[in-house]
């Protein structure tokens, strides 16, 4: 059905669903569009550009170099963090309620396997480092913050949509609690964010893989970028 502007009411995007930042209206899924589309729509694109880029830079840094221990570390970091983005890329736009929920869904999938890998990849990098000294870095006093971090979110998440009823006492104390995940997962981004800058200035990294910087940061800027332009902020809360 079409307004009285003759845009279709489905089209149609209210005060509250709004971006931050960006142009509204290439966020919002329409009803007649697959969920996977939401992984490409508006400025994902430019989001998927930064993790992939990022990727490829761990990767080929990492494979460059003879195999040991550390080397599935930053490997099952970054795979994680490209897990989270498209967690957060897919469910960013959903509206109705049965989008929500398929939307939540997938979400949970990505994080559980992505949740998976990041703990992997801090029990590799714990026997790695060995009688060595730990979280004395930057870089590693960000990481143990950022792993922490994920865990509470992830039992957070898991509690307020699975176990509502019998850890809260009700489904309505979850969904009070749904803004305050959705804003610590942005702040949790941004944490993984700086733990990956602070990566490339390890030792290691500016002795052997030799991650450029400069590419780690136009990566994180883009992944940001794409991924706040989509923010709505009454999901929030605000």
């Known amino acids: ?23 509204p209206g290439d966020v919002t ?4 569009e697959s969920i996977y589309r939401n992984l490409f729509t508006g400025t994902a694109s430019v989001a998927q550009a930064g993790i992939w880029i990022l990727a ?14 550390f080397t599935p570390h930053p490997l099952l970091g970054v795979s994680a963090l490209l897990l989270q983005v498209q967690a957060s890329l897919i469910l960013q736009p959903t509206a109705t309620p049965q989008q929500k929920r398929t939307g939540t869904r ?15 990849a801090f ?18 006093i960000l990481g143990l913050a950022t792993y922490i971090s994920i865990v509470l979110q992830a039992v957070v998440g898991v509690i307020q949509y699975f176990l ?7 489904i309505d104390a979850g969904k009070r609690i749904y803004k ?18 602070a990566a490339t200035q390890t030792t290691y990294n500016l002795m052997a893989l030799h991650i450029p910087l400069w590419g780690v940061i136009i990566s994180v800027i883009f992944i940001l970028a794409g991924v706040g332009a989509r923010i709505k902020k ?5």
Do not use: C
Request: proline share 7%; hydrophobic share 45%; no cysteine.
């Open 180 to 197: 305050y995940h959705r804003r610590s997962g942005y702040v949790l981004l941004l944490l993984e964010m700086a733990t990956v800058v």
């Open 123 to 140: 029990v590799i990098i714990e026997v790695n480092k060995g009688s060595h000294p730990h979280f004395v870095s930057p870089h590693g």
């Open 234 to 238: 009454h999901k929030l809360g605000l």
């Open 106 to 120: 997938i979400h949970y999938f990505f994080q559980l396997v992505s949740v998976v890998l990041f703990v992997s």
């Open 164 to 170: 509502p009823v019998t850890v809260l006492g009700s």
């Open 56 to 69: 490829a830079l761990v990767w080929q840094g990492v494979l460059s170099q003879p195999l040991s221990l």
């Open 1 to 23: 059905m079409a307004s009285a502007t003759g845009i279709p009411q489905d089209h149609i995007i209210s005060p509250d669903d709004e971006p931050l930042l960006g142009r």
């Open 29 to 32: 899924q329409r009803t007649d």
